[in-house]
């Protein structure tokens, strides 16, 4: 049983002239964060308007249905799927049209679902899909319905989104549109999934501000947008019809993003949390070079070729080849048009896709000894194939390299490693694991290194920074009590169809 990830792309957007446009350029930039679905949700004074499909982005929209987009109150998200079968109908944007007429958009994964959805289902609130988005739509809605006004203030967006963060267990970013009203954008109380705000001069909105949240800067950039700061862990941002921006953080907890976004899933463009994903992984490399060393000088390894394989190990591949004085080659090359094999949603589909994803230069293998680095190693199945490619095109030794310490604990908050039988690392030793992977040598960055990596990226980060690294050390920053309910009704969904 294997379970996706939801690192889903989000953006939201007011005073936009176009906001189904920026919207689908922002889209564009965050595909690396979903390929299953796209949608975007637009609101005029002519009503709710929406696109969504299965695929990628450029498949989804075309010139016609852009054209019904309308309006400069809008969302934008790339599907990830993690929880539900797969069905259109769980393809975000969600809407809900009474009482206020509500958009949303969600990256994360709630980890009580299953209770908060019978919790809605006793106040006979029927919902359409087995989705953590709807549930949340349906709490949020719930709660402001309660406040029983016909104009909401902030005070109400304020008590909703605080008995959300009371109520859901897990990860979650989140920007939604109410009608006539504005966009509200906030995250959850350990900041676990990222989200940023950006603002550009537009003659044409209120105030002559326009306004954009999304997962990552680099959709900002793209669009124009100059990065104002990070919403906070806990925020609430506001952002109303006539240009009125109001926040306040509702529950101050120690902030924990996820060290997969700098490791692995965000563009390597953006800054999360101050801290640039680039310099974040020159330093895994430069960190990782001086534990190669040590390995290479107490058992006597030599090497003639630092080789990534792509993409996300490049950066780090370079720094640990300068450092080690070894030279670096592009010698897996990749198939541009194959999916990330990462979020592919079975073991299967990522073995076949390997074969088509990946050819070796062969010429440039030939009698090397190659240091093989890779982001990190979650079940072995890609870096086994990896492994064994560069061995039948002509290596003599293959020294596998992880710029992540080994994954021994499953993540509960949207990696695609919930079940921990699945990890390699799980119950095995180094030994076991190179015997496993068909390595010479196996070498994974540390934990104190994975940290100081990251944290001295950035500018002024805190010396006790600590980023989620709960599949590492298994030390979650929430309750995962309920966890095992989510993975045996997630699987069963699997089984009912999921694409």
Same mark, same amino acid.
């Given at each position: 049983?294997?379970?996706?990830?939801?690192?889903?792309?989000?953006?939201?957007?007011?005073?936009?002239?176009?906001?189904?446009? %920026?919207? *689908?350029?922002?889209?564009?930039? $965050?595909? !690396?964060?979903?390929?299953?679905? +796209? @949608?975007?949700? &637009? #609101?005029?004074?002519?009503?709710?308007?929406?696109?969504?499909?299965?695929?990628?982005?450029?498949?989804?929209?075309?010139?016609?249905?852009? %054209?019904? *987009?309308?309006?400069?109150?809008? $969302?934008? !998200?790339?599907?990830?799927?993690? +929880? @539900?079968?797969? &069905? #259109?109908?769980?393809?975000?944007?969600?809407?809900?049209?009474?009482?206020?007429?509500?958009?949303?958009?969600?990256?994360?994964?709630?980890?009580?679902?299953?209770?908060?959805?019978?919790? $809605?289902?006793?106040?006979?609130?029927?919902?359409?899909?087995?989705?953590?988005?709807?549930?949340?739509?349906?709490?949020?809605?719930?709660?402001?319905?309660?406040?029983?006004?016909?104009?909401?203030?902030?005070?109400?967006?304020?008590?909703?989104?605080?008995?959300?963060?009371?109520?859901?267990?897990?990860?979650?970013?989140?920007?939604?549109?109410?009608?006539?009203?504005?966009?509200?954008?906030?995250?959850?109380?350990?900041?676990?999934?990222?989200?940023?705000?950006?603002?550009?001069?537009?003659?044409?909105?209120?105030?002559?501000?326009?306004?954009?949240?999304?997962?990552?800067?680099?959709?900002?950039?793209?669009?124009?947008?100059?990065?104002?700061?990070?919403?906070?862990?806990?925020?609430?941002?506001?952002?109303?019809?006539?240009?009125?921006?109001?926040?306040?953080?509702?529950?101050?907890?120690?902030?924990?993003?996820?060290?997969?976004?700098?490791?692995?899933?965000?563009?390597?463009?953006?800054?999360?949390?101050?801290?640039?994903?680039?310099?974040?992984?020159?330093?895994?490399?430069?960190?990782?070079?001086?534990?190669?060393?040590?390995?290479?000088?107490?058992?006597?390894?030599?090497?003639?070729?630092?080789?990534?394989?792509?993409?996300?190990?490049?950066?780090?591949?370079?720094?640990?080849?300068?450092?080690?004085?070894?030279?670096?080659?592009?010698?897996?090359?990749?198939?541009?048009?194959?999916?990330?094999?990462?979020?592919?949603?079975?073991?299967?589909?990522?073995?076949?896709?390997?074969?088509?994803?990946?050819?070796?230069?062969?010429?440039?293998?030939?009698?090397?000894?190659?240091?093989?680095?890779?982001?990190?190693?979650?079940?072995?199945?890609?870096?086994?194939?990896?492994?064994?490619?560069?061995?039948?095109?002509?290596?003599?030794?293959?020294?596998?390299?992880?710029?992540?310490?080994?994954?021994?604990?499953?993540?509960?908050?949207?990696?695609?490693?919930?079940?921990?039988?699945?990890?390699?690392?799980?119950?095995?030793?180094?030994?076991?694991?190179?015997?496993?992977?068909?390595?010479?040598?196996?070498?994974?960055?540390?934990?104190?290194?994975?940290?100081?990596?990251?944290?001295?990226?950035?500018?002024?980060?805190?010396?006790?920074?600590?980023?989620?690294?709960?599949?590492?050390?298994?030390?979650?920053?929430?309750?995962?009590?309920?966890?095992?309910?989510?993975?045996?009704?997630?699987?069963?969904?699997?089984?009912?169809?999921?694409?």
């Amino acid at each position: 049983m294997v379970i996706k990830m939801p690192m889903c792309g989000i953006v939201g957007m007011i005073g936009a002239k176009d906001a189904s446009r %920026e919207a *689908l350029l922002a889209l564009t930039t $965050l595909q !690396h964060r979903g390929q299953d679905a +796209a @949608g975007i949700l &637009t #609101l005029s004074s002519e009503g709710v308007h929406r696109v969504r499909n299965t695929g990628l982005v450029e498949s989804v929209f075309n010139r016609e249905n852009m %054209e019904e *987009l309308v309006g400069d109150l809008g $969302l934008g !998200h790339t599907r990830y799927s993690t +929880a @539900g079968r797969g &069905t #259109l109908a769980e393809v975000q944007p969600m809407i809900l049209t009474f009482p206020f007429g509500i958009g949303m958009i969600h990256n994360g994964n709630i980890v009580n679902s299953d209770e908060l959805a019978q919790e $809605l289902k006793s106040t006979r609130r029927q919902l359409l899909t087995h989705s953590d988005t709807e549930v949340l739509l349906n709490l949020f809605a719930q709660a402001l319905t309660t406040e029983n006004n016909e104009h909401l203030s902030f005070e109400t967006f304020c008590k909703a989104v605080k008995t959300l963060h009371e109520k859901a267990i897990g990860s979650y970013s989140i920007a939604a549109v109410i009608a006539d009203h504005g966009l509200v954008a906030f995250r959850d109380p350990h900041g676990i999934r990222p989200i940023v705000w950006g603002t550009k001069v537009d003659a044409t909105a209120p105030g002559g501000i326009a306004h954009m949240v999304a997962s990552e800067t680099v959709a900002l950039e793209f669009n124009g947008y100059e990065l104002k700061r990070d919403i906070a862990p806990g925020e609430l941002l506001y952002i109303d019809v006539d240009g009125g921006v109001q926040t306040k953080v509702l529950i101050q907890k120690q902030a924990r993003p996820c060290m997969f976004e700098w490791i692995y899933f965000a563009s390597p463009e953006s800054v999360i949390d101050k801290i640039p994903v680039y310099g974040a992984r020159i330093n895994l490399g430069k960190k990782l070079a001086v534990l190669i060393k040590e390995r290479m000088k107490a058992q006597g390894l030599e090497a003639d070729v630092v080789v990534p394989v792509p993409d996300t190990a490049r950066i780090a591949a370079i720094s640990l080849s300068e450092e080690l004085g070894v030279p670096y080659r592009e010698l897996l090359i990749k198939n541009r048009y194959i999916k990330r094999t990462f979020i592919l949603d079975n073991q299967d589909k990522r073995q076949k896709a390997v074969n088509m994803k990946l050819s070796p230069v062969k010429s440039e293998f030939v009698g090397k000894r190659v240091i093989l680095v890779d982001d990190s190693i979650v079940r072995g199945t890609t870096s086994k194939k990896i492994i064994e490619l560069v061995r039948n095109a002509g290596a003599t030794k293959v020294y596998f390299v992880s710029t992540c310490p080994p994954i021994k604990h499953p993540c509960f908050y949207g990696i695609d490693f919930p079940n921990q039988k699945e990890l390699i690392a799980y119950g095995r030793t180094d030994a076991e694991i190179e015997k496993e992977l068909g390595a010479d040598a196996v070498i994974y960055q540390d934990i104190e290194g994975l940290r100081e990596s990251i944290r001295d990226a950035g500018e002024g980060i805190a010396k006790d920074f600590l980023p989620c690294m709960a599949c590492l050390d298994g030390k979650y920053p929430t309750d995962v009590s309920t966890s095992q309910r989510m993975i045996e009704r997630r699987a069963t969904d699997r089984k009912g169809g999921q694409a």
